[in-house]
Structure formats: structure tokens, C-alpha cells
């Protein structure tokens, strides 16, 4: 079965502390991508990222980076120095190679609050 | 930038009436999905289409049925909305199923 958790509902940090969410994946799938998706209050889902299963190499993008572990099969993401703005809901996705058109496997989502 | 835009953000109906929420894309994608958003069920799969005229139930297509006469257009129907229907609808488009969605501003649709 093809899965993804997010463990975390909701996490609340004070703005400039750094920030983990983590995501948990199953598939039996050897090719596969994994997305991060940011939802802000407004309602957009904005991408962030995707990975592809054979690219195991950490990402960063400015205050953000990711952690690709097939070995524990987790894909977290990580704010350095947490803004107000970054206060979403923040969802992991997967979608495997041979699944239905493409069709995105989301994570519950994890409410991230950052106070001033 | 890819363009996706819904209808209307906010829609208000009553039990019984046929609901069209309207979603356009502007990057002549090839896939594009309707999904429903609930609190503590996340986001889930109502129809997608990966052609103009082509279209698969997702996981909960119960109530619903879509439309896909023109590539950059798709629209989901609510033959006879309840209260049970309501909720944000968000939709989404890819070039290619292995490619990340870029999704509309959503609709928030209330069945009163």
C-alpha cells in the first residue's frame, strides 16, 4: 500500500528558532517522487519541492532544506531561522511511477504556527 | 508562471441544487484533478482527467461528476448538493502524472 505520514498535527515555535516537520512514506514502488507543499492561510497550496527516489542528495533553498533517507524511508523538511510568514500548513506528498495518471498521495499535513 | 484559477472562492448553496465549480489552467496541461479539503481527513481525490474528454474516479467521486470539453478546462458537478458536500475544493493541474500539481486558490463551498 502507498502511504505517507505525517506524525506532527501541529507545531508552534517562537519566530528565528529552526523547525523539523517529518514524513514518513511506504510504497513498494523502487521509483517514486516526493513533494512538499506549502498551504498558507489563504488556501493556495504552493509546491516547494520534488525529489525522485534515486536522488538520495539533500536540498537547500535559501531558510529551507530537506532530508532524503530511503534507508528509514523519510522525507523531512527543515526552516532555519522560522518567520512569522512561515506559518502554513505544510504537506508531504508522494505519487509512484505506475500509479493512476500521477495521482499525489498526501499526508494529513502539519499545521505550523510561528509566533512573533 | 502556471495559472490555475477557480470560479469563485466562496459559494453558497442549498441543499438540492446542481453545484458547477470551474477550474482553468493556463499552461495547457495535460492532467488535471478535483480535490476536497477537510479538516483531520486531508486532502482527497475526487475525479481526475488526463485527456480532453477523458476522465477516472478518484477515491471519493460519490455525488460528484466532472467535465472536460476543452484541454485547459474542468469542471466538477454536484448533481444534487447536500450538507455533507460541503467544503474547500481545490483544483489542480500537471503537464505529466510524475510532475508536481500546481493547484487553484480553491472554493469554498457551504450546502446549507
Known amino acids: 500500500a502507498q502511504k505517507v505520514t505525517q506524525a506532527q498535527t501541529e507545531i508552534s515555535v517562537v519566530e528565528k528558532e529552526d523547525v523539523t516537520l517529518d514524513c514518513v512514506y511506504e510504497t513498494r514502488d523502487t521509483t517514486y517522487y516526493l513533494f512538499w507543499y506549502k498551504q498558507p492561510p489563504s488556501g493556495e497550496l504552493v509546491f516547494l519541492i520534488r525529489r525522485n527516489s534515486f536522488d538520495e542528495q539533500n536540498e537547500i533553498s535559501g531558510r529551507y532544506s530537506w532530508n532524503f533517507q530511503k534507508s528509514t524511508s523519510s522525507f523531512n523538511f527543515t526552516i532555519t531561522a522560522s518567520q512569522v510568514v512561515d506559518s502554513a500548513v505544510y504537506f508531504c506528498?508522494?505519487?509512484?511511477?505506475?500509479?493512476?495518471?500521477?495521482?499525489?498521495?498526501f499526508g494529513k499535513g502539519t499545521k505550523l504556527s510561528v509566533k512573533p | 508562471d502556471v495559472k490555475v484559477t477557480q470560479s469563485s472562492r466562496y459559494l453558497v448553496k442549498r441543499t438540492g441544487e446542481k453545484v458547477f465549480l470551474e477550474c482553468v489552467q493556463d499552461?495547457?496541461?495535460?492532467?488535471m484533478f478535483w480535490y476536497r479539503q477537510d479538516p483531520g481527513l486531508g486532502l482527497r481525490l475526487i475525479y481526475f482527467?488526463?485527456?480532453?474528454?477523458?476522465?477516472e474516479k478518484g477515491d471519493i467521486p460519490e455525488g460528484y461528476s466532472v467535465s472536460r470539453e476543452k484541454k485547459e478546462r474542468f469542471s466538477l458537478i454536484l448533481e444534487s448538493a447536500s450538507t455533507n458536500q460541503t467544503s474547500m475544493y481545490l483544483c489542480?493541474?500537471?503537464?505529466?502524472?510524475?510532475?508536481?500539481?500546481?493547484f487553484g486558490p480553491g472554493t469554498r463551498l457551504t450546502v446549507t
Open positions: 506528498a508522494l505519487v509512484f511511477y505506475g500509479g493512476s495518471q500521477g495521482n499525489l498521495i
Open positions: 499552461m495547457d496541461h495535460e492532467n
Open positions: 489542480a493541474s500537471t503537464l505529466d502524472g510524475l510532475y508536481e500539481q500546481y
Open positions: 482527467s488526463y485527456d480532453v474528454k477523458m476522465k
